[in-house]
């Protein structure tokens, strides 16, 4: 295991263990993970390997803005990993996950979802194939994300019809795409062409023509955690009519897709020839 994950993973025991209530018996600290690899909604800091940052972060805590309850958000390691901390509850919440009859047997979902996250089917550039409908990929090779999910439908007709290889990050999913060992990778749109920037491969890819599912994107508090209460369900969803009412989910998608891009564009110098933006 790298040391990030580990030290991440001590971290989470020890907060998991330590909350903080108020005198009302209230968490005044609640624990947040998710999908480390799901920008512009959370991606590992660059500055600190062991927290995660996003638009999934500032909303989570502008919702909660006014309640005296701190959001201590941590990288845990992989999406799979995440759902397994908030199962056991050695973390109070995900930041980020698709209704699902499996996640609801362990978490609280918070009303209302913040923002509809369409998917699709990658494909290689110039390689894509005819397709109508679901069926179309049963005698093709698919890969995704370990436990991830693109709603109640999609996973399963998979389940039951479809080859998907499910590997530990999206990077893997792509790099076997690109390799041909895979016909197809099914992922969220944006999230995945954050990726395949983060890559250098996005003029290697296509997505597939009518192949979106859209999905809606909830925070989640888990049966498990110390801090589940009406109280903190009540400020969650309390905050999150407020701060969806207000526009605040468009804005910081931007904001945070917009920071995520930076992160790739070469450094040119003031005044250097060929420095413009092309379309």
Not at 146 to 168: C, M, R, W
Not at 225 to 249: I, K, T
Request: proline letters at 5%.
């Amino acid at each position: 295991m790298k040391r990030w994950a580990k030290s991440s993973l001590a971290a989470v025991m020890l907060l998991g263990t330590s909350h903080v209530y108020s005198a009302e018996g209230a968490c005044e600290r609640i624990v947040v993970t998710g999908n480390p690899q799901y920008p512009p909604v959370l991606w590992v800091d660059p500055a600190d390997e062991d927290k995660l940052i996003g638009a999934g972060v500032e909303l989570l805590e502008l919702a909660l803005e006014g309640t005296g309850i701190e959001v201590e958000v941590m990288n845990t390691g992989p999406w799979s990993r995440a759902q397994e901390e908030a199962r056991s509850g050695r973390v109070d919440m995900l930041a980020g996950a698709f209704l699902t009859p499996e996640r609801l047997a362990f978490m609280d979902y918070v009303y209302p979802s913040y923002v509809e996250i369409p998917s699709v089917l990658f494909v290689r550039r110039g390689q894509a194939f005819p397709y109508g409908g679901w069926d179309d990929l049963q005698s093709k090779r698919g890969s995704t994300l370990v436990n991830n999910s693109f709603g109640s439908a999609f996973d399963t007709y998979a389940k039951n019809h479809l080859e998907i290889q499910q590997v530990p990050s999206a990077e893997q999913s792509f790099r076997l795409l690109l390799s041909d060992r895979v016909d197809y990778v099914v992922y969220e749109r944006y999230q995945g062409l954050a990726v395949a920037e983060k890559l250098g491969i996005t003029d290697e890819l296509d997505v597939l023509e009518g192949s979106l599912i859209n999905e809606n994107l909830y925070y989640t508090v888990s049966h498990n955690s110390a801090c589940n209460s009406p109280a903190l369900r009540s400020a969650l969803a309390l905050g999150m009519h407020r701060v969806v009412n207000q526009g605040e989910p468009r804005r910081l998608l931007e904001k945070y897709r917009n920071q995520w891009a930076s992160q790739f564009m070469p450094e040119t110098t003031e005044g250097e020839p060929g420095t413009e933006p092309s379309e």
